[in-house]
């Protein structure tokens, strides 16, 4: 019974875990529902409201709730199609408002991240299965409306659905998972190639996407600066088309948010403009800052009345402003990396490292604005209307001649400020230098320099062949003897007697070749040489017999008192203090010998005051004392009697 109560507890503890994991992983999933479920209820009751307070409606209740789930569809980038228009032919509705984008993506972010978040009583759920969970109940949302607005005024293509509703919903779980870890930047997951592990993870290219991501926010700025600007310079028509539109105030209400919705797109708009290709007006007609090609016919929208007519002037081309200062700000990021303020020259990058640094960010400069164009255009109609926005290649090409062609010149530039000598204030100006000398000192330098690398090389290459030609002439023997360890005298001799070394120790005591006298046991060398050790010479070579060379030059050494005497050490700061520019304060004086001690002052005698009298003893008084006490004698023990045993 013991065993198997005790068996009882790990298994109810395993299944209570694995219960609490059960419990997370649901609530993870009905976050992603939810999520999808609010984003719907938002748009459904809007266009409910304004088909309530809308004094001619089209249609029903129903068909508001069916242009709800359209519209939300439509708010992750899949492009509509109306089927009954006044062709007869359907027609597609693929620009999406890039601010309606924001709603599904920040709910579904905010799933995925409070889903991570830690609670007391509940199993922490892996960022892989919150991604997963949180993404599955979105999905099933979603698949449910798209079957919903199978049959109503606005539908969706099924395998375009099916294709792209994932993707928005995948890459926005995963960048709320992110957040809720601390958005660390590494290590990166090893599923990445290496490759690719290695150049995100240098320098070079997170300051690029630094970079590039603050131009691609400039570069829209800009834009939605131009598009304010032509948004008051066209007032009179923008208005005009708004009152067309909208007659009562529900319609003017959901005018007023659909135009609110477009202005990113706007933005993107007007950046394309500034960069030069422009945006298209149907087909056919292209507005560019050199003027309007074709012939635009545009719908009558608040925005669309903002657009440029006319031939190019001056002002038409003074937008040319917004990506030279684009560019400016790639190199600029850039160089907070590459050349920090008041770093030296050693840990600045090089110029060929800015300049690629520059243009990395360039790139990711353009591949977000290409991507951003390629989501702000798109077709309103069948015909004229099939094309709307500016062309995404073109875009991402000219953003990357103006972000690589200017800033990779203002990076150089910055950097060369930056590392500049700065002349020391109050220096002295130095003498103007001819452009003829300049270029003799150049050369002059240019020659010292390779004569010194020629010197260095021929003087490797003589240590080589000196090295190989000592080796050759002296063999293994000589290794040998150099390396067998000196010995005692009284065990040196017997080996020289019997002929075992080549002498009595002299030559492995003082180094010398010739220290050592020939011996019986020394072994010939080349020429009749008295042994190995008599044929080599240890001395440096053009040495005299004294192991001297007479070509170099004694050094001499400077006695330690001398140096640390004091008119060196005078001479040494004075120089010290020429160098420092008069920093220095003088060298101290010759310290002065200590005065003598002030005498002692007198003490006072010391006073003697007469012993205190001692009572005499007892035994001095002749009073008789008692006797000292005895130890008693030790009385053994009687036997105890023979009954008490």
């Not at 304004?50 to 519209?71: F, K």
């Not at 131009?215 to 600007?229: E, K, P, R, S, T």
């Amino acid at each position: 019974m013991t065993q198997l109560t005790d068996r009882g507890t790990p298994l109810s503890s395993a299944s209570a875990v694995d219960r609490g994991r059960a419990a997370a992983l649901t609530a993870s999933f009905l976050r992603g529902a939810i999520a999808a479920g609010l984003g719907l209820g938002m748009l459904a009751v809007l266009l409910t409201a304004m088909w309530i307070a809308s004094p001619y409606p089209d249609g029903g209740a129903g068909s508001a709730l069916h242009v709800a789930a359209g519209l939300w569809l439509l708010s992750h980038c899949f492009e509509l199609v109306r089927p009954e228009t006044l062709s007869g032919g359907p027609a597609p509705l693929g620009v999406v408002p890039l601010l309606l984008v924001a709603l599904p993506v920040w709910l579904i972010h905010r799933a995925a991240r409070d889903t991570l978040e830690p609670e007391e009583g509940r199993p922490q759920l892996t960022a892989l299965g919150a991604v997963a969970t949180v993404s599955c109940g979105y999905l099933l949302v979603g698949g449910v409306v798209v079957l919903y607005v199978a049959g109503g005024p606005l539908t969706v293509h099924p395998l375009r659905a099916l294709l792209g509703l994932p993707v928005v919903t995948l890459l926005a779980a995963t960048a709320g998972a992110w957040t809720a870890s601390g958005r660390p930047r590494g290590p990166l997951p090893m599923w990445l190639p290496g490759a690719v592990r290695t150049a995100l993870a240098r320098t070079r290219t997170r300051a690029a996407l630094r970079s590039g991501a603050a131009g691609a926010l400039l570069l829209a700025g800009g834009g939605a600066l131009l598009v304010g600007i032509s948004l008051g310079w066209h007032g009179g028509p923008a208005h005009a088309s708004f009152e067309q539109l909208a007659a009562d105030w529900s319609g003017r209400c959901g005018l007023l948010l659909l135009g609110v919705t477009l202005v990113p797109n706007a933005a993107i708009w007007g950046a394309a403009y500034a960069l030069g290709p422009g945006f298209v007006l149907g087909t056919g007609a292209t507005v560019t800052p050199f003027g309007v090609l074709g012939n635009p016919a545009p719908p009558s929208f608040p925005l669309l009345a903002a657009v440029p007519e006319g031939p190019a002037t001056a002002l038409n081309w003074a937008v040319a402003a917004v990506p030279a200062v684009a560019g400016a700000t790639v190199a600029w990021f850039t160089l907070r990396v590459a050349v920090p303020p008041f770093a030296v020259r050693e840990e600045a990058w090089s110029a060929r490292d800015t300049a690629l640094g520059t243009a990395l960010g360039g790139a990711v400069c353009a591949a977000l604005m290409a991507l951003l164009a390629a989501l702000a255009g798109g077709p309103l109609g069948n015909g004229r209307l099939a094309s709307f926005g500016p062309a995404w290649w073109l875009t991402g090409g000219a953003a990357l001649v103006w972000t690589v062609g200017l800033g990779v010149p203002v990076a150089l530039l910055l950097r060369a400020w930056r590392l500049r000598t700065r002349r020391v204030k109050g220096a002295p100006d130095a003498e103007p230098v001819s452009r003829a000398e300049r270029r003799a000192a150049r050369r002059a330098e240019k020659a010292e320099k390779s004569a010194g690398q020629e010197a260095k090389r021929a003087g490797k290459k003589a240590r080589k062949k000196a090295g190989k030609r000592a080796g050759r002439k002296a063999g293994t023997a000589v290794g040998a003897a150099v390396a067998e360890p000196a010995l005692p005298a009284w065990w040196r001799a017997p080996l020289w007697w019997l002929g075992l070394r080549s002498g009595p120790g002299e030559a492995m005591a003082t180094g010398r070749a010739d220290a050592v006298p020939p011996g019986p046991g020394s072994v010939p060398g080349a020429g009749g040489d008295p042994g190995v050790l008599d044929a080599v010479d240890l001395r440096p070579a053009g040495a005299d017999e004294g192991g001297v060379d007479p070509d170099e030059e004694p050094y001499d050494f400077l006695a330690a008192d001398a140096w640390h005497e004091r008119g060196a050490r005078e001479a040494r700061w004075a120089a010290f203090k020429e160098a420092s520019g008069d920093l220095l304060a003088d060298f101290p004086a010759v310290p002065q010998p200590p005065e003598p001690p002030y005498p002692a002052a007198p003490q006072p005698p010391e006073r003697h005051f007469p012993a205190v009298p001692q009572p005499p003893e007892p035994h001095d008084l002749g009073v008789p004392q008692p006797p000292e006490p005895q130890d008693p004698v030790a009385v053994p023990p009687a036997d105890p009697p023979s009954g008490a045993r």
